[in-house]
C-alpha cells in the first residue's frame, strides 16, 4: 500500500516577518516558510534532531505552524543553519514516512485479522443447527 505523504521542504524566506529577538539585540527571528503544515510527530521528529549541538554556531530553532523561526545573526543562516535544517528536515521526514509505513503496516494486519474471523464466523454459521 503506498504511502500519502509528501516531504515536508523549506520553500522560502518571509523576510518581511523577520524582527530583532526578545533575548539578544544581535539576533533575528527569521522565518522560513514551510510547504506545507508539519503534523505533531513530524515537529516532534524534527525536534529531536536538534537536540544535539553541531557546532558553536549553533542556535534555537522551532516550529511555528508552517514555519521555522531562526534566533540568529541573519547572515548565520546562510553560512551554517540552512546546511543543518536540510538534515534535522530530511530526519523528520524518513522518521515520520517510517512510522506512516508501520502504522499501515499494522492497519493491514489488523483488517486481515479481521477478515479471517469473520470468514469463520461465516464457516461456524452454515454448520450451526437451530432445529
Known amino acids: ?3 500519502d505523504f509528501v516531504e515536508i ?3 522560502s524566506l ?5 524582527v530583532e529577538s526578545p533575548n539578544n539585540p544581535k539576533l533575528r527571528y527569521l522565518y522560513l516558510k514551510l510547504s506545507q503544515t508539519p503534523p505533531p510527530l513530524w ?9 544535539v549541538a553541531r557546532h558553536p554556531h549553533w542556535r534555537n530553532i522551532w516550529i511555528d505552524r508552517k514555519f521555522i523561526i531562526v534566533e540568529c545573526i541573519p547572515e548565520e543562516l546562510e553560512t551554517h543553519h540552512l ?4 538534515q534535522d528536515l530530511a530526519h523528520a521526514n524518513a522518521n515520520y514516512r517510517k512510522y506512516l509505513e508501520m502504522q499501515v503496516s499494522t492497519d ?3 483488517q486481515q485479522t479481521q477478515s479471517i474471523e469473520r470468514e469463520r464466523l461465516r464457516e461456524m454459521k452454515n454448520r450451526l443447527n437451530f432445529d
Open 43 to 51: 515537529t516532534k521528529y524534527f525536534t529531536e534532531s536538534r537536540r
Open 1 to 3: 500500500m503506498e504511502i
Open 108 to 110: 493491514v494486519r489488523s
Open 14 to 18: 518571509e523576510d518581511e516577518l523577520t
Open 83 to 86: 546546511k543543518d535544517l536540510k
Open 9 to 11: 521542504k523549506i520553500v
